[in-house]
């Protein structure tokens, strides 16, 4: 819906012409054809309200056949047109927002209007449409009415999503409904998601100045200004939303619009709620009667008969009380009696009824034909109910509205059907859990699983946690309720206009394209025109599990594998195409994994809440689901993905907020894990889920640049543990180094080792003679609390024995010690394949990389061939070639299934790109310097590429705890940099071309302009100002004694023109303004920024370095022991043992284990154990916070309010018991004094007194 202020953009306004231009074909009035004359009138008026003189000659043609006629009749005596008055209506002085308006003949379908208000006009689908009927006339509104309809109607129709229905008039109840309408709206919140709709059905005729409506292409927006009536005008109201001005072809008559709402209402009756009718129930469709004329009865029952509930306010005045003195009063008497086989009123009733209705109404003329309707309305008597509003107030009023409406269903329901089950129904509807617990989750009904089944749906698709979670607490089966094909339906019911719907219908445009054409291809594509509410004929509809793969795929492809696939029946193919004719040959037969169930509901629940953005739905499922810790980064990782495809700011900003979110939980839980147990918190890093498609919580985590999270101190230790190796973490690097360059050093104690025994008693966790229950636990998920070089073992010892350490990170059980290395072996492999060791490797043998490129290129860069190059520089070659082949193992050697995810993966690192731009830089060098003509560019090259590497140090010193964060701010810094030299290159700019100008009247050469207008006033900003040329009158100092001309020819030709003094003063001026500028107010902003820059990033600059500190540790831990050139070794080993002795690799896995599907869920229940116990606390702190118990008081003191309500209702009915014993006795004092005097009876004894026993006690006492 485009936005309704004032200034609109022209192209909304023409956009929403175009979506109503098909109104007039489609939508019509009602002009009258025949002229029936009024008999009071004198023959100046018709009987449909217009004066003679407004109707056309055709109108007034026929004058024998008019004199024939005695009743006007719209059907007959009026034709249709298409409608001249449609589009928005803007009230002029009163409110900036429009409403939209329509003039429609009282015979137009009901369901082209009900389309063009939820689908033109935007309007939301109802879930509860409550009709006000009657109290349209002047007389003014008794003051409880008011209240009810503002504190009750409007607000429980605020909490339900509903439309109120009424005449949409400034007079009588519309006018009420209208201001409290607007009062809520302003109170209520700009994000609130249940908005009232006021709706107005108003006769055409009836609407003063409606004129200024007519326009036959339509209004965007129509003028309207409110005035003070005559009588037998009304304007309209401005709080209302929507007005349908129902036309009969009358003037100034009321009750056109009569037949033509209730059809509205009943085709409503008949829509299903929620988000593209995917609710449960039909929308519900309420009565609401207040006070009313007799000839409302023929109203009240046509709708009576088609089972619309009623609900009537008692003591409102008119036909509410006479409605409620019939059926309340009269409820006793007998309602029928048989004759003949054939049920009627009786005589009796007939005649009771009709002296209270002489007594409601004495001046009704047709009182016999509304007597037969009343009668008729006590035969349904049942789909009434009653509120006396003087005696209830109006709190409870949503619960009597679904009171009401329940009363109704069960008189509809079939036997078979749960009692309670519309009930239950309605409450989902209104999203009022509080009348569910109270009413129907107290314990006392026990709920089958079919009976919430249906619900349970409703709840999820409309987004009502609280009843997911009040369902699942009682007797809801997930595990049987989720199967494949309601999760299809799920993801089908998403929104349209969300980034979900638009990823899903790119995938499925994918794969509809690929596949062969099919029967509803075509239909497909038309059916994108329908209007959104008809899901059937939606593309939505097909959607299927494998474009939520897709999606899935794309937000989360680079941490894990593709989702669903296994349902599916597809494997984990590296071809895409082959996956998408796969898909689509299956999505073509009969799809029987649809009747599957899911094998982990909670958390393709948690998906498809996460994906919409529902912060609260999510919470509960990511709480219900395993694996808590890796779940919620994975919903950090989806809303971070999904946030840099979003356009809105608002929902931008709130999925960057439920993400973070979701990484506080993910820190916290850890943190509760690794407080309770080291060893296990470390293998729940690194264990492979089944869950989450193969990843790690430490992948997976740095996948969402979840930076909170890698700073925890148990992720730090275990990355510590792993850089450290089997060495002490405290081991000075003087020591590394020395060990480095004297390898034999290891064997001696300088360096401190851990010792095997002390992996395996850790390992072990227990005596030999421990049995299975008495043995620590932590064997069973293995101990990872020392180095990862054993995951290298298992390399060199896979076709050899198991090891303890192995058994223990496969998840094998192991009954016996196999042989250990020799002290020599495992030493060396101890010291050499630690991360740190390779590391220095690296850095010391990038430093002697440094050294021989500077060497060559200022000492030994020799001519091109056959002349050059030289040894040196041919080692410097073979050097870089051994760079490159250690580029392209890390970067398609990573594991990844597709190509595509591993360019994305490698991309993604900056270091990577300068590594990249490095060796690019290297090629075009060396290939430039091999020829004569380009070898001197081909210098330049690599002179340029000796600065890129260099540059490289800056990210191999980020391991550094002092140094790495001062990169991070450094980088930080180089942003602000960028906005500096924008500002400067303004100025600079803008100075040079004037000073260029001022000082050189005529200067072609283009290197001197360009140094003279960019590069002299760069150097102005250091102090190189060169005042002789710039001063003409200089008076101390050097002059300017340069040669110089005036002649254009010699200019031409190259010769230095002489400046132009004329102009000189504004030369100095223009000179001290940019100094001024540039040096003290953009030096000084670049100062306070970068100052700003550091406060801000300082705080966290420790958890950015300890972020970038994994990707460090990963790349060394994979990377072989030997460093270039002398990496080429490790390289042709690796070719040896994959392609000819096929040995599989393990690290190319980073830190994962893969544990037995036992003890993958002993540690799964050991992670929740821990989460509940998390959760515990924090509900335990939330109860305790000031706004909880500030709540439950509220809670409390509602309560006390309430028993006080209740009270004065019993003192109100004691009085009325009151008042009945005092009538009944003195009715029998008057039926004992009439016997007395009697002579007919004679009785035995005298008539009993009254005993005052209260005034008797105390004279007794």
């Known amino acids: 819906m485009r936005d309704t202020g004032e200034g609109g953009g022209g192209d909304k306004i023409s956009k929403t012409e175009k979506d109503q231009s098909w109104i007039p074909k489609i939508i019509k009035k009602r002009v009258c ?36 006629v005695n009743h006007w009749d719209s059907a007959q005596h009026s034709s249709e047109y298409p409608t001249d008055a449609f589009g928005e209506l803007q009230f002029v002085g009163v409110s900036r927002r429009h409403s939209y308006f329509l003039r429609l003949s009282w015979d137009t379908p009901p369901s082209a209007v009900y389309n063009l208000m939820t689908g033109n006009w935007g309007l939301p689908a109802p879930n509860l449409v409550v009709s006000v009927v009657g109290g349209e006339d002047r007389t003014k509104v008794k003051t409880w009415v008011r209240e009810v309809l503002r504190q009750g109607l409007v607000k429980a129709s605020q909490s339900t999503g509903a439309w109120i229905v009424t005449t949409g008039m400034r007079e009588g109840v519309g006018g009420c409904v209208g201001e409290a309408v607007r009062d809520h709206a302003t109170a209520a919140s700009s994000v609130s998601l249940n908005k009232v709709v006021a709706l107005g059905i108003a006769p055409w005729g009836m609407v003063h100045n409606r004129q200024q409506l007519v326009n036959p292409q339509g209004s965007f927006p129509a003028k309207y200004s409110i005035e003070n009536t005559s009588k037998d005008f009304c304007c309209l109201d401005n709080n209302y939303q ?36 995917s609710g449960s129930i039909d929308i519900p469709v309420l009565c609401m009667l207040v006070s009313g004329e007799a000839s409302m009865l023929e109203r009240v029952d046509r709708s009576l008969k088609t089972c619309m509930p009623w609900l009537v306010l008692a003591g409102s005045g008119g036909l509410a009380d006479f409605l409620s003195d019939v059926l309340e009063n009269l409820s006793l008497a007998p309602a029928s009696n048989e004759v003949d086989g054939e049920v009627g009123p009786s005589v009796d009733l007939k005649d009771r009824v009709a002296e209270r209705f002489k007594k409601h109404f004495p001046s009704e003329a047709e009182s016999d034909k509304l007597v037969e309707r009343a009668l008729s309305i006590y035969q349904n008597r049942d789909f009434i109910t009653f509120y006396h509003g003087e005696q209830e107030g109006p709190n409870d009023f949503d619960t009597v509205l679904l009171k009401t409406l329940v009363q109704a269903s069960k008189q509809r329901t079939s036997a078979d059907a749960s009692p309670y089950s519309e009930e239950l129904k309605l409450a989902v509807t209104w999203n009022r859990v509080d009348i569910a617990k109270s009413e129907l989750f107290n314990g006392d009904i026990k709920w089958r699983y079919e009976d919430l089944e249906d619900s349970m749906t409703d709840a999820l698709i409309n987004n009502k946690p609280q009843f997911v979670r009040l369902f699942t607490e009682n007797g809801l089966n997930i595990m049987e309720y989720l199967t494949y094909g309601r999760l299809e339906n799920l993801f089908r019911s998403v929104a349209d206009g969300t980034v979900l719907y638009q990823l899903l219908q790119c995938r499925l445009v994918e794969r509809l394209g690929t596949a062969p054409p099919v029967p509803t291809f075509s239909n497909l594509q038309d059916s994108s025109n329908v209007a959104a509410g008809n899901m059937k004929s939606s593309p939505v509809a097909d959607i299927s599990l494998f474009e939520v793969a897709g999606v899935l795929d794309l937000l989360m492809g680079d941490v894990c594998q593709s989702f669903y696939y296994d349902a599916l029946g597809l494997e984990q193919t590296s071809s895409k195409r082959r996956a998408l004719k796969r898909a689509s040959k299956l999505l073509r037969s009969d799809c029987l994994y649809r009747a599957e169930r899911c094998p982990y509901p909670w958390a393709s629940l948690f998906i498809w809440a996460v994906l919409q953005n529902r912060s609260e739905m999510a919470i509960y499922f990511w709480e219900m689901s395993v694996e808590s810790v890796l779940s919620a980064l994975s919903g950090c990782k989806i809303l971070r993905e999904l946030s840099k495809l979003e356009d809105e700011t608002e929902t931008k900003l709130s999925m960057k907020e439920l993400a973070q979110r979701f990484e506080n939980l993910a820190h916290d839980v850890f943190g509760s894990c690794y407080r309770s147990n080291e060893s296990r918190s470390f293998t729940l890093l690194i264990t492979q889920s089944q869950v989450w498609a193969g990843t790690t919580c430490l992948q ?7 930076r909170l999270f890698f700073s925890h101190d148990g992720v730090q230790t275990l990355l510590s543990q792993i850089w450290w190796g089997d060495m002490k973490r405290n081991t000075e690097v003087w020591k590394l180094l020395l060990t480095f360059f004297c390898p034999f050093l290891c064997y001696t104690n300088l360096i401190t080792f851990r010792k095997q025994e002390d992996h395996q008693q850790e390992e072990g966790g227990g005596g030999p003679n421990e049995d299975g229950q008495g043995r620590d636990s932590d064997s069973l998920y293995g101990t990872t609390i020392f180095s990862f070089s054993d995951i290298k073992n298992i390399e060199a010892d896979a076709q050899g024995a198991t090891s303890p350490r192995t058994a223990a990170i496969k998840g094998i059980p192991h009954s016996h010690t196999p042989p250990k290395r020799p002290f020599i072996v495992s030493r060396w492999r101890q010291f050499w394949f630690a991360p740190v060791t390779s590391f220095l490797g690296n850095v010391l043998m990038y430093f002697l990389f440094l050294l021989l490129f500077a060497y060559v290129l200022m000492v030994d860069f020799k001519p091109p061939p056959p002349s050059g190059p030289s040894n040196t520089e041919y080692v410097l070659y073979f050097w870089v ?20 995810q591993t360019m994305r993966v490698y991309i993604q690192d900056v270091w990577n790109k300068c590594d990249l731009v490095a060796i690019m830089l290297f090629i075009i060098g060396l290939i430039c310097r091999m020829f004569e003509s380009s ?10 590429d000796y600065m890129v590497f260099t540059l490289r140090l800056i990210h191999i010193f980020a391991i550094h705890k002092q140094l790495g964060p001062k990169i991070i701010i450094v980088g930080k810094m180089m942003k602000d940099i960028f906005f500096f030299l924008f500002f400067l290159m303004v100025w600079l700019m803008a100075y040079g071309v004037a000073n260029q100008a001022l000082l050189y009247s005529y200067d072609p050469r283009l290197d001197h302009i360009f140094r003279r207008v960019f590069y002299r006033p760069y150097l102005h900003i250091f102090g190189q100002i060169p005042v002789e040329e710039m001063d003409g009158n200089i008076i101390f100092g050097k002059e300017w004694d340069m040669e110089c001309t005036d002649n254009v020819t010699l200019i031409q030709g190259g010769a230095e023109p002489c400046r132009s ?80 002795r096929k040995v599989p690799s393990l690290k190319i896995h980073h830190f994962v284990l893969q544990l037995s599907k036992k003890e993958t869920n002993r540690l799964m229940t050991w992670e929740t154990i821990q989460k509940e116990d998390f959760l515990t606390a924090q509900t335990k702190i939330q109860r305790n916070s000031d706004s909880e118990r500030l709540k439950r008081m509220s809670v409390k003191v509602d309560g006390v309010v309430k028993h006080m309500a209740e009270n004065r209702d019993f003192d109100h009915r004691l009085r009325a018991l009151e008042n009945e014993m005092e009538y009944c006795s003195n009715a029998l004092s008057w039926i004992v004094d009439t016997l007395a005097q009697g002579s007919t009876f004679k009785p035995p004894r005298p008539p009993p007194t009254l005993k005052d026993e209260f005034a008797s006690s105390p004279n007794s006492a």
């Open 881 to 900: 070639f051994t760079i490159v082949c250690e580029e392209i193992r890390e970067t398609f050697f990573l594991g990844i299934v597709t190509w595509r």
């Open 700 to 706: 997976m985590g740095m996948g969402a640049d979840a």
């Open 1061 to 1140: 003094l004329s102009n000189n003063w504004l030369v100095v001026i223009l000179l001290i303004v940019y100094l001024l500028v540039t040096n003290i107010l953009l030096i000084n902003l670049l100062i306070a920024m970068f100052s700003h820059t550091f406060t801000v990033v300082q705080a966290n600059s420790d958890i950015y370095w300890k972020f970038q500190r994994y990707n460090l540790i990963v790349q060394y831990h994979s990377r072989p022991s030997l460093a270039p050139p002398f990496i080429i070794l490790s390289h042709i080993n690796l070719i040896i043992k994959r392609n000819i």
């Open 33 to 68: 054809t025949t002229f029936v004359e009024d008999s009071l009138s004198n023959g100046v008026q018709c009987q449909c309200g217009g004066a003679r003189d407004a109707h056309a000659s055709v109108a007034l043609g026929d004058y024998f056949s008019t004199a024939m």
């Open 242 to 277: 929507a007005f349908l001005l129902v036309d009969d072809g009358t003037v100034g008559r009321r009750g056109g619009e009569t037949r033509f709402r209730a059809k509205v209402e009943e085709y409503i009756s008949h829509q299903r709620t929620g988000i593209w009718g």
């Open 935 to 944: 070898y001197g560019f081909g210098r330049d090259v690599l002179c340029v």
